[in-house]
């Protein structure tokens, strides 16, 4: 027989699940503003499962050239880092108002097509947003599991352990990746800002490696 404890910690799961689910539905902005149709732009589940498989398999790499990374946190920080979009939904990194409209072609594309950074108050309603929907997350989930999410998602805010500077990377290319794969379905669509970004902030060997890679492979835009 089911005791109220167990009750308690079943609902506290099922909002976890609920949780999860409402990611699936999340579709990533940076691609509908770059014009992809809306039933072809991936969730952003769907990027964070690309970035978790994508990030424990280079760590299991980077580790075996002695590297002092754990795969399997690694692959716990990438399923959560962008978990409270659940709940704030995908940010852009720069003001969806500034974007030139539909009719000015060509300075909607330069736009989009330049690498944009958040400036320090959009980055701090960003990070008080994600925060305030783990802490709502979080009070409903059984202790442990609240214990175990509240470190890793302050793990990933502290941004000081090598495990989460490699997820930050990953987060990264997997995006730059993904942008590859948009250009050959959309070759019109402006992408060169992901190819910017990685260009200039991946330092991880491995990691430039499978970005030069994909460049060779693809070409220039």
Known sequence: ??????????????????FLAKLKHVKRTGWLDRGIPEADVESVADHSLG????????????????APLDPARVA?????????EAET?????????????????????????????????????????EDAAMRRLLAALPEN??????????ELRRGESAEA???????RLETFLQSRVYRELFPDAPMASFEQEVLETIADPLLTAIRDEALKLQGPQ
């Open 145 to 154: 599991v609240h214990a175990e999410l509240q470190s890793l998602w302050d």
């Open 1 to 18: 027989m089911m005791s109220s404890h167990d009750r308690r910690h079943a609902r506290g799961l099922l909002t976890l699940a609920r």
């Open 89 to 129: 939904g995908d940010a852009p990194p720069y003001d969806p108002s500034a974007i030139p409209p539909p009719a000015d072609q060509t300075q909607r594309r330069a736009f989009l097509e330049r690498r944009h950074i958040r400036d320090d108050e959009r980055q701090q309603t960003k990070r008080d947003a």
């Open 76 to 84: 716990l920080l990438a399923m959560v880092h962008d978990l409270p």
């Open 51 to 66: 970035v978790a498989l994508l990030a424990w398999a280079c760590a299991v790499e980077r580790r075996e050239l002695g």
């Open 165 to 171: 500077r490699f997820v930050k990377q990953i987060d």
